[in-house]
């Protein structure tokens, strides 16, 4: 009778030597068989890790959500928002200098720099990556935090990320950067708004940092470098955010 392996075995004399081939071929195909169930079930494992960052994150969701909520989105605004999908969805297997590059240039590109007032009518308004991509609008906080979740959303791990307050002395005025940490006694790269080049923070000497944040702490700097202040969670805008990210329909680990 033949075997789950496709082929056939027939007893015959341990000496015969199409006894033997029998065995063999039966040994090498169960052996092929064996291989190709585990093959599948690591390619299946590879596939359930790389689909947990992104499965989460339904924009076919998101988009109905957000449409209630702040009405229609335009042509225009539907492009850019595909358009931070199919980033995430090229960017999955990328090295994080790539992520980085690919991440803050996109925002840097599709998104004008305007002020609150002219675009919320509020003076201080943190927007979410998906308002400030319908709007196609924003201020630094904005370019600054939507890099993050990003980021963040493609695997880069939070503790190596800050969003930074800073003082940005050539306009003599606040400003915020998105600070990356290699290592944690690294000197972070900063990813800004107001020039798309990535440069390290020695060669930032218009920035003065004032605060830094993740989902994970409160940072000021200091003589020894930055200390740990307390908990991101004191920073009510921040919280604020991210829970109008969840209304959006986001899935957030923050």
């Known amino acids: 009778m033949p075997d789950c392996s496709g082929v056939e075995f027939r007893p015959r004399s341990p000496d015969s030597p199409v006894g033997n081939r ?12 064996l291989v190709h169930v585990l093959l599948h ?54 090295t994080e200098s790539q992520k ?12 004008a720099y305007r002020e609150d007032i002219d675009v919320w009518q509020q003076e201080d308004y943190w927007a979410t990556p998906i308002e400030m991509l319908r709007k196609g609008m ?18 880069v791990e939070r503790e190596k990320l ?35 080049e990535i440069r390290p923070a020695t060669q930032r000497n218009d920035l003065l940092p004032v605060y830094s944040f993740n989902g994970d702490g409160l940072w000021l700097p200091g003589t020894g ?6 908990d991101s969670k004191r920073l009510s805008r921040w919280q604020d955010l991210l829970i109008k990210m969840r209304a959006e329909g986001f899935s957030l680990d923050e």
Not at 22 to 33: E, N, Y
Not at 52 to 59: K, S, V
Not at 225 to 230: E, F, L, Q
């Open 22 to 33: 029998d065995v063999t071929l039966k040994f090498h195909a169960q052996r092929q068989s």
């Open 41 to 94: 079930l690591f390619i299946g494992s590879l596939l359930l890790v790389a689909g947990t960052l992104y499965a989460d994150w339904n924009f076919s969701a998101i988009n109905s959500i957000t449409d209630q909520r702040y009405g229609q989105a335009t042509p225009e605004a539907r492009q850019r928002i595909a358009a931070w999908q199919a980033l995430m969805q090229a960017q999955q297997t990328t």
């Open 100 to 111: 980085l590059e690919s991440v803050n240039r996109f925002f840097n590109d599709r998104i």
């Open 138 to 155: 924003g201020d630094c906080e904005d370019y600054a935090i939507a890099k993050y979740l990003t980021l963040v959303h493609l695997g």
């Open 162 to 196: 800050r969003i930074t307050y800073v003082k940005a002395l050539s306009l003599n005025r606040a400003h915020m950067v998105l600070s990356y940490y290699p290592s944690p006694n690294a000197i972070p790269l900063i990813l800004d708004s107001l020039i798309t």
């Open 225 to 230: 470098g930055n200390r740990r202040a307390g």
